[in-house]
């Protein structure tokens, strides 16, 4: 049962601002289309994603804002997305996300899905932020056709004319997927770019190749924007093992005092990346994607996992949603349960006040992303 009390009461009431997502689809969606949607793996023949545990908390907790009891069968829940339609659909959930801002990575874009203008449209916000997936910067600038030798300084400034669009408040990587973090840390130097970029370009194809990573990375810090990291958990074109963000310990120390280094996912590294935080300035965590795969009922868990060490301006908020708008809900709700059982708990137990307890919850879910965005308050009565 969800937690009852101030705390409850309070983060269902609040904000949030989801630092990472992605947008939702613009188009009606065949179930099969759907299933595939609610999971990182494949929807199986034989089987039904919605058998599982993100699948059974969409039924639980999506069902009723499509007019639908708790636990309705997948195919009433199928046959009533339908009958709404896309453009209700997203606006019913992303309406009941609550979120304030949301910071919406464009670089990953199989289907065809909102922008972020459209996003907060959909979700009656005027506040939504890009955040530049640096890979496609580079992969863009190598079909635009660029010599080996001056690869090192035109990828450079691609990224500098990408982020300085307005509305863009962060960069992102996907180091984990393309060659795991297991790199030398050091800034690679001009000839070694060189030398790779004049094997990447003559192969073509995805930007994989470690010194080329390593140049994107130390790029990002010369920016100096917020970096995110994918870490953990992920689709499986992904080596879970060579995600570990401890990997990165090395290059966190060589980074020291420049950027924030915020550590998405996470799972089931999320108390590595607490480490990290507890130890390293500049890092930051949160636990996005785990919470809806996971559902308000095991959500409470993560949370307390990830929450062991971490200073509290060290954790944020963010759903990781993509594709169905479902997903934009069912983490806010599963952050906002699963914190609230959390502090709420320890405040009976008298190992917290609440008046402490409620500065955490408005902490973690918005102003430890306001502050280090740079994003106003939309509201200031709602504070």
Not at 129 to 138: D, I, K, T
Not at 171 to 180: L, M, Q
Not at 249 to 276: F, M, S
Not at 300 to 310: F, N, P
Request: net charge negative; aromatic share 8%; charged share 20%.
């Amino acid at each position: 049962m969800p937690a009852t009390g101030p705390v409850d009461e309070m983060l269902a009431a609040l904000p949030l601002v989801d630092h990472h997502c992605h947008g939702a689809v613009t188009a009606d969606l065949a179930p099969g289309q759907f299933e595939s949607l609610i999971t990182e793996g494949e929807a199986w023949p034989g089987s039904s994603t919605f058998d599982s545990p993100v699948g059974v908390a969409v039924r639980r907790h999506c069902a009723p804002l499509l007019d639908l009891p708790r636990h309705a069968p997948p195919a009433d829940y199928l046959a009533r997305r339908a009958e709404l339609g896309w453009r209700e659909v997203n606006r019913r959930f992303l309406t009941a996300a609550g979120a304030e801002a949301f910071c919406v990575d464009t670089g990953y874009a199989p289907h065809p899905v909102t922008s972020p203008a459209e996003l907060a449209e959909a979700a009656g916000t005027t506040a939504a932020h890009e955040v530049v997936r640096l890979e496609q910067v580079a992969e863009a600038v190598a079909a635009r056709g660029v010599e080996a030798g001056e690869y090192a300084a035109v990828f450079p400034a691609a990224a500098e004319e990408a982020v300085r669009r307005p509305g863009v408040v962060a960069v992102k990587s996907v180091a984990a997927y393309r060659t795991g973090f297991a790199l030398a840390p050091e800034r690679p130097a001009q000839t070694e770019v060189a030398e790779a970029a004049r094997r990447w370009l003559a192969d073509g194809g995805r930007l994989t190749d470690p010194v080329l990573v390593r140049h994107l990375l130390w790029t990002a810090v010369d920016l100096g924007l917020p970096l995110q990291l994918h870490t953990g958990f992920g689709d499986a074109d992904l080596r879970l093992h060579h995600a570990d963000p401890a990997l990165l310990t090395d290059w966190l120390h060589l980074t020291a005092g420049t950027i924030p280094v915020l550590l998405l996912h996470c799972w089931p590294y999320h108390r590595q990346a607490a480490y990290l935080a507890t130890v390293f300035e500049q890092v930051y965590l949160d636990v996005g994607l785990a919470l809806h795969y996971t559902g308000p009922a095991r959500s409470r868990a993560v949370l307390e996992e990830a929450l062991e060490i971490t200073p509290f301006r060290k954790l944020l908020y963010s759903s990781d949603a993509y594709g169905v708008a479902e997903f934009h809900h069912l983490g806010a709700l599963s952050f906002r349960q699963g914190l609230a059982g959390m502090l709420q708990s320890r405040v009976d137990a008298d190992e917290l006040s609440l008046p402490d307890a409620l500065r955490i919850a408005a902490w973690t879910g918005r102003d430890n992303a306001r502050r280090l965005y740079g994003l106003p308050a939309n509201d200031p009565a709602r504070d």
